[in-house]
């Protein structure tokens, strides 16, 4: 069947509004998109900077779906595999390299579709797959939470670390942020951190230690040449979450973690199991996600610039209607 849709037709362009033909699989079913939200993966591809990348492509991780009258998430980590510490070979993004949900209409196993939060709208629903899973992972089954941890999340504009600010401040944590934005940290702290330091300080881990003292668990998706001051910061079994390369290469002390104990994680989005214990999580605690703007679908050109100057405050939210 046709779908309407945003589709990208090569790299450095911006999607644009036209008609593509869906081939629905037979393990699939065919669900019609209210809302959708971005996330950096689509900026990567937008400039091609991503593995795999074909052409025409509808891009979207993130949906609110009607499915048979219901209105369901889909989770976008397709085939994580049997094993819960990782994902396996055959593992795929929703949005590249299958048609996404920057459309009228997406294809998904009817497996990836999870209720609604009913206390959530549709534009705070479609801001939580990709961004709230990842950061469920980072923080959860990969950092260990506990209650009495004292958690630092870098670059706190970006989806990802708001979720795991949102989700580490409701399980009763002690949460600090950083940011290149002044503005950003005082939003942070208006929603429960207890304080803020700017990335770009060249002694930000010491302003940290001075200030706050050493840190429990660190999330980051930045890597780099900040990233050392993380492990600054650490505490003593100290643990870092790392889901992203924004920035690029690390240089790293080793002495500094051995010495300290302190454990790195990579980590990417989640399994299925960690889906639905985040969804579980954000039922009890009645999160809302933080939405900075929603954008009409013919408006997602802007929504992707925005993204890529890092100008938004929290999920950039798409409503699908054509
Ligand atoms: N592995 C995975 O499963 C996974 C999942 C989601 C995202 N990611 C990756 O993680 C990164 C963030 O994704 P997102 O969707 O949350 O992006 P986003 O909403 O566009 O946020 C990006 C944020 O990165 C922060 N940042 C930029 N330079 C930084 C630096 N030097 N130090 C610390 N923070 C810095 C900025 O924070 P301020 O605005 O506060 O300065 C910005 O808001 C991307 O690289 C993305 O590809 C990976």
Redesign the pocket.
Known sequence: MKTKAAILNGPDQLPIIGELDLKLESNKVMVKVMASAL???DV?IKKGMYGGIIYPIILGSDGIVEYKGGLFLINPGLNWGNDEAFHGSNFEILGLPSHGCFAEYVQIEEKYLHPKPDHLSLTEAAAIP??GL?AFRALFAKAQLKKSDKVFI????????LFAMQFAIANGNEVYV????TE?IEKAIALGAKGGFN?KDEDMDKQVLKSVGPMDVVID??G?K?FSKLVNISNKGGRISI?????GKMELIPQKLFWNHVSIYG???GSDQDFKEMIKFINFHKIKPIVDEVFPIQEIGAALLK?EN?Q?FGKLVLSNSF
């Not at 950083?178 to 934005?181: D, E, G, H, K, T």
């Open positions: 996330n950096h993966r990567w990709l961004a990842t870098s670059g706190i504009g970006g989806g990802v670390a950083s940011s290149s934005s950003k990335y998706s930045a780099g900040g889901y992203g390369g924004t920035v980590t990417t989005m993204m890092g938004q």
